[in-house]
């Protein structure tokens, strides 16, 4: 049971309302983790404006997703990997790849946000090196970094809120 109760969208204030609104249009469902972060008008406003500009990156959709699951499986947020395991099927990857992505294996981009997000940032030269070594420039270094803090927003909340989950089953 989770420890902050969603909003619906009944009781969503007039800041939020049309927020809620725009996700559930985009998704076909409003997420429980959007109910949650409603609670707080700012942080739900700041999360969905840092989301619609961390689309606009060089990562395609396949390595974003890559990223979400690693990090998510860091964090231990089984609601971030049930949602994530459904936007990375729908970005062509396979039931494989995304066991794959969660352990960070499947390609650089999740060995990377693993690394990261395992560490604190705290990488060798040799992990970065490797990165490079595998085609990840700087400035994509640097948009791992930023999906990664979106990410842990996400993962933190839903760890502390105990969201209940309302995507698929997960398996890995």
């Known amino acids: 049971m989770s420890r902050i109760a969603p909003l619906n969208l009944e009781h969503a204030t007039d800041t939020t ?6 996700v559930q249009k985009k998704i076909g469902f409003l997420p429980n983790v959007f109910k ?19 689309g606009k990156t060089s990562l395609s959709a396949p390595e ?9 499986q860091v964090n231990g947020c089984d609601y971030c990997l049930a949602a994530h395991t459904v936007f990375a099927g729908k970005a062509g990857l396979s039931a494989q790849d995304i066991v794959s992505a969660r352990h960070g294996q499947l390609n650089a981009f999740a060995t990377l946000a693993r690394q990261i997000t395992e560490s604190r940032g705290h990488l060798s030269n040799e992990q970065i090196e490797a990165a490079r070594a595998a085609g990840i420039t700087d400035a ?13 927003l996400t993962n933190y909340l839903n760890n502390l809120a105990l969201t209940d989950i309302d995507f698929p089953a997960i398996d890995a």
Do not use: D, M, N, W
């Not at 739900?44 to 989301?51: D, E, G, I, V």
């Open 64 to 72: 974003k997703e890559a990223i979400f699951l690693a990090t998510s």
């Open 17 to 22: 309302r049309p927020l809620l609104e725009g």
């Open 140 to 152: 994509k270094i640097i948009e791992v970094v930023a999906h990664i803090a979106s990410q842990t």
């Open 36 to 54: 949650t972060l409603a609670h707080a008008p700012a942080v739900l406003s700041a999360y969905l404006q840092q989301s619609v500009a961390l």
